[in-house]
């Protein structure tokens, strides 16, 4: 089976990555993200896992290279089995000190990035009649946060995008899945004075995802939401 996973050199992504490695012998990844060192880093321990993965380097704000991306996969290794949106960036700021270009950077990163990455794949997926796609969304596609105009915009239009994929592709086997993570331990709290035990661990998000591709063709986990025991932070 093929992955690819975007968002991939750390957090959450690196986590969705290995926990497919760990579940899956046949697994191949591909690993997209800007970060090549990071990359190799988890193709590492993909490769410990006995998975085979495909170092990626690329810029998901960049259309032409998610198509060449795109390209790549599909010459070694065919239409992908699963794809995971999950290349994102938080960059808090209240509306009085959020900039337009701030606000466009989110609005790239958070969504334009799923939907450039989502036309990659899915035509092929759509001529095969089979694949899945994940979009890694977040309480905050949910609710409101003071400060983050930019991310919760960016989010709840991620949300939007992944339902009328789900809609326009439910009568051709492509299964959507939307998932929305409360505070989770990656490098997004570096930093904060957080106890680290407060926030859900990565793995936790990724064996979610794992779980809903390994459910029968017969059902779709269309969203699941996951937050930290205690609540929000």
């Known amino acids: 089976m093929t992955i690819v996973v975007t968002g991939a050199s750390q957090g959450i992504g690196a986590a969705i990555a290995e926990a497919f490695a760990t579940q899956y012998d046949d697994a191949r990844i591909?690993?997209?993200?800007?970060?090549?060192?990071?990359?190799e880093s988890v193709a590492d321990t993909c490769r410990d896992h006995g998975a085979t993965p495909l170092v990626c380097p690329t810029d998901v704000t960049d259309?032409?290279?998610?198509?060449?991306?795109?390209?790549?996969?599909?010459?070694?290794w065919g239409t992908p089995d699963v794809v995971v949106n999950n290349a994102g960036a938080f960059t808090p700021?209240?509306?009085s000190e959020l900039t337009a270009d701030g606000f466009r950077s989110q609005i790239d990163v958070n969504l334009t990035s799923a939907f450039v990455v989502t036309q990659a794949f899915l035509p092929s997926m759509r001529e095969r009649g089979s694949g899945h796609l994940f979009y890694t969304a977040s309480v905050a596609s949910l609710q409101a946060y003071p400060g983050n105009a930019g991310y919760c915009a960016s989010k709840h239009g991620l949300r939007g995008l992944a339902r009328v994929v789900r809609e326009e592709t439910k009568d051709e086997d492509v299964r959507v899945t939307t998932v929305f993570p409360g505070a989770t331990h990656t490098p997004t709290w570096d930093g904060v004075d957080i106890d680290a035990e407060r926030l859900m661990p990565a793995e936790d998000i990724a064996n979610t995802v794992v779980h809903a591709y390994a459910l029968s063709d017969r059902t779709v986990m269309e969203e699941v939401l996951?937050?930290?025991?205690?609540?929000?932070v």
């Open 63 to 76: 259309d032409e290279a998610v198509a060449a991306m795109a390209e790549r996969v599909r010459n070694i």
């Open 30 to 39: 591909a690993l997209v993200a800007r970060s090549t060192d990071k990359l």
């Open 93 to 95: 700021a209240p509306l």
């Open 226 to 232: 996951l937050r930290p025991q205690q609540g929000d």
